[in-house]
């Protein structure tokens, strides 16, 4: 095995030639990974989908995963069928307390050192943290679920010294506290809410030699028990995010480090307060603490739909790397976010495209479990009763006071008030009544779900309509499992929320709901790959809830992986960018290199999965263009800034290009000798070997078209019109019987219409001209268009449209 390794990163070596940079050579095609608390471990599926991809590129991306840490013993079993071998271990507290080199319990009962791994990537609980918990959040130091997984991964982070580690959560966790303890550095300013003094003196320190050594930690302060200070220094002025997504930050200190010594003082333990008034500090100072190893950290904000997942998952990613373990002067923070940006995908697909078709089997299996006993039960438990009158709790008066338009959403309001029996999706009554909306849906789905969750989608709907969206129509979906006021109740089209462990996404145009399966393939994971054994619906759904959404971590971990590449090329040539590194040209551009615009030049914008006309309106820098939309497209004047060369495209021609004849096939009996014909267009020779088509004894023939030339469009038949897409499997077509006695001969169909739309009422055999003609410009979108019913001409001339 190891010689088979050896021949084949001798012959990745070899092939990375051609002035591309060697990363073998420095030894960046090599990871080992440690992950904890990542739920399905997205982080190690992800590098092997990128080992796997890369092997068939001919590079040997050597990839090893260490450890896992998980509590929940549903995902230990999940992570151990999918990593054989893996080491698993089961607290992340104990693991940080375990010293390096030391044994900590496994998920098994035994005994094992933690490893040491190049990167660490975790996702520390978010239960604290998240906005869903309302006065309930606690911070670090309450030392809840979140506070203890936080402060583990600082101590495992501490004792392992990982060279780069990447941390997870949602946007309302405590980052800037995160930061302060990695860094081991605490602004002033930062210690009481606003800024001000009030609880200052709760962060207490004890004497300890001739150093102060943090004893009591604080609500406020971000200090890790134990730390010594060091010193302070002066910091930058604060300066205030212009977006909300973005937290205040400080400009670094510029001043050195003064220390603080304890000799002189008289005492055990002292206090903040009394520290910064014996020694003269203030908002403009901050306090520096020793740590075994020197992190430096950067924040990125990450949203799931930017990297062609359709599902709106806002996170926060912080990169933590030591100092100087990527080179001296090299901008790591700056180089990591336009890499992470570089590797954004558009989306492609909506949310449908991600659903089990209704005869799948776990379709079959779900919906037969919601019939059964245990659905009856939940149906009767959740239904019974009347929850609009006399079992009403403060959810009843949330749907209500949405109903007035006192409710809702911030911006999400009813303009129009509902009245408060008005039901027109699900006619839902007290003890389960119910009057659906659509015959498609699930019904046994909509038994088991309670009054409150079927009120949500009426009045959802009723909003959707008052802004011209029919929800039976478009494809909405609601997270029906939260509050009225919690929910985004208009997404965006095609795109879910963000997917949470007990989540209940509907689809008022499907009738149903996402099923966990389907949770897990809308966060990014393979799941057909992957050994699924025997979670329920409810540990599925928790697992794609509690998941790093698989692309987003990819492009994550794979640009700290080129981050020594890009800043060594942007050494070499100052006027890279990222954006020569595109493969090819969207839309037909050249293969290997990206095309390149001017400014003013018109282009073709890609606005979801259609082509917008649109002009280039600046070149930037970085190789990305300023687009203004066009006149013809929908939203024409539009601005669009940064946008990268592959969604830009040029601009086909804008007279209408129609060509003399339609492609057709004719088989591999086709020779290739070629004779013009009379018309001009191009006929294969008569091949030796006869192709019937329909039993009809007829020969297939094979059409080449003429170059396309700009002509004026034909008149318009739309009483026989048929896609050019099936016209172009047929030559000739053979007279059929028919009562009809005038019109055309459709070669689609075979049969003759009565066309009251042609000048023409002669009854002479006509056949349609989509079986000689197809527009270019269909042929390069891939569109089906509908051409026009026109008499087939008796001259040898050729023919004009």
Same mark, same amino acid.
């Not at 001919?58 to 069928?81: L, N, W």
């Not at 009767?380 to 009403?392: F, K, L, P, T």
């Given at each position: ?13 070899r ?63 999940f ?47 978010c ?27 600082v ?8 060279d780069?580690?990447i ?92 220390p ?32 075994p ?12 739909k ?13 990169l ?16 990591w ?32 479990a ?8 939940t ?19 949330a ?103 007990g ?27 992957l050994?699924?054994?025997?979670e ?118 804008e ?14 009996? /086709? +020779? @290739?000798? $070629?004779r013009? =014909? ?6 294969? &020779?008569?091949?030796? %070997?006869?192709? !019937? ?19 004026p ?54 056949? /349609? +001209? @989509?079986s $000689?003609?197809? =527009? ?6 891939? &569109?089906?268009?509908? %051409?026009?019913? !026109? ?11």
């Amino acid at each position: 095995a190891r010689a088979a390794r050896a021949a084949r990163a001798a012959r990745a070596a070899r092939r990375w030639r051609g002035g591309r940079p060697d990363a073998r050579e420095h030894g960046e095609l090599r990871l080992s990974m440690a992950t904890a608390c990542s739920g399905t471990d997205a982080p190690v599926v992800a590098m092997r989908v990128a080992q796997e991809a890369l092997a068939r590129r001919g590079t040997f991306f050597e990839f090893d995963h260490v450890m896992s840490c998980e509590i929940e013993p549903y995902k230990q079993s999940f992570i151990a069928r999918n990593n054989p071998g893996v080491l698993l271990f089961n607290d992340i507290a104990e693991c940080g307390a375990t010293p390096r080199g030391k044994s900590a319990t496994t998920a098994y009962g035994g005994l094992a050192a933690v490893p040491s791994a190049s990167m660490i990537v975790a996702g520390t609980s978010c239960k604290d943290f998240s906005n869903l918990k309302g006065k309930d959040r606690k911070s670090i130091e309450a030392m809840g679920t979140s506070g203890e997984t936080f402060i583990g991964f600082v101590n495992l982070l501490f004792e392992q010294q990982h060279d780069v580690g990447i941390l997870e959560n949602v946007q309302g966790a405590e980052w800037d506290k995160m930061a302060y303890y990695i860094e081991g550095r605490l602004p002033l300013r930062s210690v009481a809410p606003g800024g001000g003094g009030a609880k200052v003196h709760e962060l207490r320190f004890e004497v300890a030699g001739d150093a102060f050594v943090v004893s009591e930690v604080s609500e406020f302060a971000a200090a890790r028990l134990g730390a010594r200070l060091l010193g302070f220094r002066e910091v930058g002025a604060r300066h205030q995010s212009t977006s909300k997504k973005k937290p205040p930050f400080f400009e670094p200190g510029g001043g050195a480090l003064t220390p603080i010594s304890s000799a002189q003082f008289r005492g055990s333990a002292v206090g903040l307060a009394s520290l910064c008034e014996r020694f003269g500090l203030g908002d403009d100072h901050e306090l520096c603490f020793a740590a075994p190893v020197a992190y430096r950290t950067t924040l990125a904000y990450l949203d799931a739909k930017e990297w062609g997942v359709p599902q709106t998952r806002a996170r926060k990613y912080m990169l933590l790397w030591k100092e100087g373990s990527f080179g001296e002067g090299v901008e790591v923070a700056r180089r990591w976010h336009e890499l992470c940006t570089h590797l954004r995908c558009p989306l492609k697909y909506n949310v449908d495209s991600f659903l089990l078709a209704d005869e799948n089997d776990r379709v079959h299996r779900f919906r037969d479990a919601l019939r059964g006993p245990l659905g009856r039960l939940t149906a009767v438990s959740r239904q019974g009763g009347d929850w609009w009158g006399e079992q009403a709790n403060k959810d009843t008066q949330a749907n209500k006071d949405f109903r007035a338009c006192r409710g809702g959403k911030v911006g999400q309001f009813l303009k129009t008030p509902l009245a408060e029996l008005s039901r027109p999706y699900t006619n839902w009554g007290g003890q389960g009544q119910a009057s659906l909306a659509s015959h498609t849906w699930w019904s046994e789905l909509v038994s088991v779900l309670s009054q409150r969750q079927l009120d949500m989608i009426d009045c959802f709907g009723v909003k959707a309509a008052e802004l011209g969206l029919d929800p039976l129509h478009h494809s909405l979906w609601w997270n029906i499992s939260q509050n009225v006021g919690r929910t985004e109740n208009i997404p965006l089209p095609g795109i879910t929320g963000c997917i949470t462990p007990g989540g209940e996404h509907f689809g008022p145009h499907k009738g149903r709901s996402i099923l966990g399966y389907e949770k897990l393939l809308l966060s990014g994971i393979p799941a057909d790959k992957l050994l699924l054994g025997t979670e329920s619906e409810v540990q599925l759904s928790d697992l794609a809830g509690n998941a790093m959404v698989m692309p987003v971590v990819s492009a994550a971990i794979l640009a700290v992986l080129c981050l020594p590449a890009y800043a060594r090329k942007l050494a070499e040539d100052a006027k890279f960018s990222l954006a020569s590194l595109a493969s090819h040209e969207a839309g037909g551009g050249a293969r290997g290199g990206a095309a390149t615009f001017s400014e003013g030049q018109r282009v073709e914008l890609r606005c979801g999965e259609r082509w917008e006309p649109a002009n280039i309106a600046d070149v930037n820098e970085d190789g990305t263009y300023d687009v203004a939309l066009a006149a013809g497209a929908a939203d024409a004047g539009k601005m669009f800034g940064g946008v990268g060369a592959a969604h830009v495209r040029r601009r086909a021609s804008e007279g209408r290009v129609e060509a003399a004849s339609a492609i057709q096939r004719c088989g591999a009996g /086709c +020779s @290739t000798r $070629r004779r013009r =014909s009379r018309r001009g267009s191009e006929r294969c &020779a008569p091949s030796p %070997t006869r192709f !019937t088509r329909a039993r009809t004894g007829q020969r297939w023939s094979c059409l080449r078209p003429r170059a396309p030339r700009l002509t004026p469009p034909p008149p318009r038949c739309a009483a026989s019109a048929v896609p050019s897409s099936s016209a172009t499997r047929l030559t000739r077509a053979a007279p059929t019987p028919s009562t009809v006695s005038r019109g055309p001969i459709c070669a689609t169909t075979r049969a003759r219409r009565a066309c009251f739309s042609c000048p023409s009422t002669t009854p002479r055999r006509s056949t /349609c +001209s @989509t079986s $000689r003609t197809t =527009s270019s410009s269909t042929r390069l979108s891939g &569109a089906t268009t509908r %051409t026009a019913c !026109t008499p087939r001409r008796t001259s040898s001339r050729p023919s004009a449209g």
